[in-house]
């Protein structure tokens, strides 16, 4: 079993990305295709083109969210389903960590208003304040995609409002973002008082909280969870034996950390990127349906919610799994 990753140079708006993406993908005679698009939009035709091409396809991170496009979807042989996060509850979750601690003036740092994820991050954000009557949106800062995109929009921020509370970071494509939003805080900073609250994790969890500016963050405990179950589901499909007759989702769990006692408890766990979600015999004798005729869709999400914190882990990069029934 092979994986192949498609280029990810620019290539265009990010609807024009996913359809080069798969493009390639089917270009290099892919057997299975797992992505994660930014909006619902792109769908049909990424659905016609692997039909077409009789490739297996599915979507990690991410809900089909438009009820049309979904059942487009599911209405092919090819499609499997997908894995994703609650979004939604996760952002409303943990705006109420802070509203309860009496943070009433929030500024949000997000993607495009299109991007799927960050929307409904900030519905469940805008959910939590309608239960506070004081509380209130100050201002936004969107696709912010540089570290100095980061750095400008948070220092104008800071000047423009200061009665700010906090910064709720719904999701930006800059890596190291979260770094970039607490080191300019924390320079800009003239009170204790600006905070940060943010949706993932990132790898340096536990310096994020000791800034003492970092008060909630919401997460699984590994950004690969999503695609990593995706996979198991598309090698048991390509294999001859789909956990289910029609396509499924699955939802990842996630948790909430509002302390740096909490975040250092699971640092092992969050930091350690030679993680072995599940030990080999474990994978090959349950994972696979072939090998576990038992196996099903809910019999699946059981094991993805019990291994919410990763307690099956195995801390070990070289360990290969063999597929082969």
């Known amino acids: 079993m092979e994986f192949i990753r498609a280029d990810q140079n620019d290539s265009g708006t990010s609807s024009e990305q996913s359809i080069y993406n798969i493009e390639y993908l089917l270009s ?10 930014t909006t619902n939009q792109v769908l049909p035709a990424i659905c016609r083109m692997c039909e077409e091409a009789k490739v297996y396809w599915g979507i990690y991170l991410r809900s089909i969210t438009d009820t049309e496009i979904e059942e487009f979807c599911k209405s092919s042989p090819y499609y499997i389903g997908n894995t994703y996060e609650n979004e939604e509850e ?6 109420q960590s802070v509203l309860k601690k009496g943070y009433r003036k929030f500024a949000v740092l997000s993607e495009a208003k299109w991007d799927n994820t960050c929307r409904l991050r900030e ?15 100050l201002t936004e800062a969107r696709s912010m995609h540089t570290t100095s ?4 929009n948070i220092k104008s921020i800071i ?19 979260t770094e970039q ?14 905070s940060l609250i943010a949706i993932d994790f990132s790898d340096k969890i536990v310096d994020d909280f000791h800034t003492g500016i970092l008060k909630s963050a919401y997460g ?18 390509l294999k001859g034996y789909p956990l289910e007759e029609s396509s499924t989702s699955y939802c990842i769990p996630g948790a909430l950390i509002t302390s740096e006692e909490q975040a250092r408890e699971l640092s092992p766990v969050i930091e350690d990127r030679s993680l072995l979600y599940f030990p080999d015999n474990y994978i090959q004798d349950t994972l696979f349906k072939w090998n576990n005729p ?12 019990a291994n919410q914190f990763l307690e099956s882990s195995v801390s070990s990069g070289n360990v290969s799994t063999i597929v082969e029934p």
């Open 181 to 194: 939003v607490l080191t300019t805080i924390q320079a800009m900073r003239s009170t204790s008082r600006i």
């Open 90 to 95: 996760w952002a409303y979750q943990l705006a």
């Open 149 to 152: 995109d980061i750095k400008e």
């Open 220 to 237: 699984t405990m590994q950004l690969s969870l999503d695609p990593y179950y995706l996979s198991i589901l598309m090698i048991n499909t």
């Open 159 to 177: 000047q423009a409002y200061p009665d700010l509370d906090c910064f709720f970071l719904a999701g930006t494509k800059t890596i190291g973002g």
């Open 123 to 137: 519905e469940g954000f805008q959910k939590a304040l309608m239960e506070y009557p004081d509380a209130q949106i």
């Open 28 to 37: 290099q005679d892919v057997d299975g295709i797992l992505f994660a698009p």
């Open 294 to 305: 038992d196996l099903d869709g809910t019999q699946f999400q059981k094991i993805i919610d």
